[in-house]
Nanobody, 120 residues
Framework: QVQLVESGGGSVQAGGSLRLSCAAS????????VGWFRQNPRKEREFLAA????????HWSDSVKGRFTISRDNAKNTVYLQMNSLKPDDTAVYYC?????????????WGQGTQVTVSS
């Protein structure tokens, strides 16, 4: 299992941007598919995006397609979520998760989360 730590959250006005980072421990990071999820108290946990170990395959939720971009730098053991055109509904705790697989199906490693707050 890899250990994951998210960073980059904060407060931003509607229309603004943030870039979240998910830093992982371990030497085989490029064997892990990684995804981003979010949760706020009023909703269930929501899948946002995922990327394969080598970064060649990505999957998106329709709710963020076109606004959010997932990428990874395996040399830095880090996955990013670039979030543009943020809306108040994007307010949530954002988590990254990883699975030793080409495709993210049932991740076993989760970070502690980072808060994103978007004001109108």
């Amino acid at each position: 299992q890899v250990q994951l730590v998210e960073s980059g959250g904060g407060s931003v006005q509607a229309g603004g941007s943030l870039r979240l980072s998910c830093a992982a421990s371990g030497r085989t990071f490029d064997s892990y598919a990684v995804g981003w999820f979010r949760q706020n108290p009023r909703k269930e946990r929501e899948f946002l995006a995922a990327i394969s170990g080598k970064g060649k395959i990505t999957h998106w939720s329709d709710s963020v397609k076109g606004r959010f971009t997932i990428s990874r730098d395996n040399a830095k053991n880090t996955v990013y979520l670039q979030m543009n055109s943020l809306k108040p509904d994007d307010t949530a705790v954002y988590y990254c998760a990883a699975e030793l697989s080409e495709v993210l199906v049932n991740p076993g490693s989760w970070g502690q989360g980072t808060q994103v707050t978007v004001s109108s």
